[in-house]
């Protein structure tokens, strides 16, 4: 049996290189020469994990099958391999040190002095290698951050001491930055050698270098690189600028960089990598000429990370839809009754997209509240599917001090609160709903069509529930509840079967959307924005 090999990607220069694409690309290339291969970022930032942290500081929270709060690469790795993700796919600082800590406390060192090398650093080893199945071929392994940072230290020092542990089965991919100044119309390679510099002052020498750039590198500059830094010059490959970041794995493969690697580990692959399907999405992408206009309303919109997946999900239904997405962002503090028919009267449908706390909320029932009554199509998600289902109860079925506890305490009607109970059946942590949870579909609901199954399993990231007892005074009002866990019977799914297309969920649907399979909600949702554009023509 073939020994797991493990490929680690650091940066350089700069951070925001598409270390995490990067990764997932290499990652396809080699899936797709029928290699098994787990992917794996360790973050340098000393929270435990992502669910504390606020969108504009790493993005979204991208949450796993088994409810582990992590970085956004991994909606990468899991879009581009189209294979879930675990808690062992995202380490952190914080974590690392908790784990120590609490061994220590627990006597588990034996009363010794816990240091970071070898216990911090030991305990990263572990991490890494975890992150493999016993039949796992490759581990790719992110290092967020750039090298030379102060908090990446323990990470790097880690992966040095794996690659003398293991010399025949660590790879190390150093990814850089080769700036363009445009006064001297010259492409500098400095920066990258001296981040080449750092790296080797780690005691780790790069296997391969990736060279992100805007403009075309000449071989002369390939060479110099390949000179200057040790490496073979057909180890040192091109990233240019990409119109997509579905491209990077076609680009990549024309660079040589998974023959590069498989050549490295003295691998002989039996097939090219097949990457038709990958291909052909590419293709529809390209000759899509019809725009479908979508508007997003959210707490976070200045944050072009916040809202990843959703914006990813969409891409993926309009190709395959064979249309370009037009995507507008709308700050929900700042929707109102009085500019919501100029902000949204243009488009095709809106999506009121998920988060925490009040600010933000009263405009994302005001945009709910415009949708249904001006019957253009509508997802809500998490937070934007209760702001529908509130409004709904104080317009519709009169409720008219109707609110989620969650932003009054108080309130008279509690449409949404905190179902310990309920949620005691399904062994959830806590007060939170974390990780892939059941969903009994409502036969001949327009949910039950659009998945075309009984029972899905989606994943969420909440605390708040919709309230039981008040369930027959939504039905009766002509809301269907569409989908619910059949363990709790906690609701899932809304929609509104007298209008075009009006869904609420729960879950977030967008997690487990990838380039091969467009999620069936994101496809429907689509389907009904064009036929929309189409009505209003």
Request: aromatic letters at 8%.
């Amino acid at each position: 049996m073939r020994k797991t090999k493990y490929i680690f990607i650091t940066g350089g220069v700069s951070s925001s290189l598409g270390k995490g694409i990067t990764a997932s690309s290499l990652g396809k290339l080699l899936q797709a020469r029928g290699f098994k291969v787990s992917l794996q970022k360790l973050d340098p930032y000393v929270n435990v994990n992502s669910g504390m942290l606020n969108p504009y500081e790493q993005g979204e929270c991208f949450v796993t099958e088994d409810g582990y709060e992590a970085d956004l690469d991994l909606g990468h790795y899991e879009r581009f391999l189209d294979s879930p993700t675990n808690r062992n796919s995202n380490v952190t600082t914080g974590r690392i040190y908790q784990t120590v800590i609490q061994k220590e406390r627990k006597g588990d060192y034996l009363g010794k002095t816990v240091q970071v090398v070898p216990h911090i650093t030991e305990e990263i080893k572990r991490c890494v290698k975890q992150a493999g199945s016993p039949d796992c071929d490759f581990v790719i392994t992110e290092v967020g951050g750039t090298v030379g940072d102060i908090e990446s230290h323990p990470f790097v020092e880690s992966i040095r001491q794996l690659k003398w542990e293991l010399p025949d089965e660590c790879l190390c991919i150093h990814l850089t930055y080769v700036p363009y100044l445009a006064a001297s119309k010259e492409l500098k390679t400095k920066p990258m050698q001296h981040s080449v510099k750092v790296l080797l002052e780690s005691g780790i020498q790069p296997d391969i270098l990736i060279l992100r750039t805007e403009h075309k590198l000449p071989k002369e500059l390939k060479r110099k690189v390949a000179l200057f830094c040790n490496v073979m010059e057909s180890s040192v490959i091109e990233a240019l600028d990409l119109p997509t970041s579905y491209e990077a794995p076609i680009r990549l493969h024309e660079e040589g960089l998974d023959s590069a690697v498989l050549k490295r580990f003295g691998i002989e692959a039996s097939h090219e990598p097949d990457l038709t399907a990958w291909s052909a999405f590419l293709q529809r992408m390209k000759r899509a000429t019809e725009v479908v206009r979508i508007g997003l309303v959210g707490k976070y919109v200045e944050s072009p990370e916040a809202y990843r997946s959703i914006v990813e999900a969409l891409v993926h239904a309009a190709t395959y839809h064979d249309c370009r997405l037009e995507l507008s962002l709308y700050q929900a503090d700042q929707m109102e009754e009085g500019n919501v028919a100029r902000k949204l009267e243009e488009l095709d449908a809106v999506l009121v997209a998920p988060g925490f706390g009040q600010r933000g909320e009263n405009g994302k029932i005001v945009a709910a509240k415009y949708a249904r009554l001006r019957n253009l199509p509508f997802l809500g998600i998490g937070l934007g599917m209760q702001c529908a289902v509130v409004e709904f109860a104080r317009d519709v079925v009169g409720f008219f001090e109707a609110e989620s506890k969650e932003m009054n305490p108080q309130t008279e009607y509690p449409i949404f609160d905190l179902m310990v109970e309920e949620k005691s059946n399904l062994g959830t942590d806590g007060t939170m709903r974390l990780g892939a949870y059941d969903c009994q579909l409502k036969e001949g609901s327009l949910a039950h069509r659009m998945y075309g199954v009984d029972l899905v399993r989606e994943r969420h990231r909440h605390r708040y529930e919709f309230n039981n007892k008040y369930k027959a005074d939504f039905e009766k009002a002509g809301m269907v509840f569409s989908g619910i866990n059949p363990q709790s019977g906690l609701v899932e799914m809304v929609e509104l079967p007298h209008l075009k297309w009006f869904v609420g969920t729960q879950f977030h649907p967008e997690f487990k959307s990838t380039v091969l399979h467009p999620h069936p909600l994101f496809m429907g949702f689509i389907e009904a924005a064009l036929k929309n554009r189409q009505e209003k023509k």
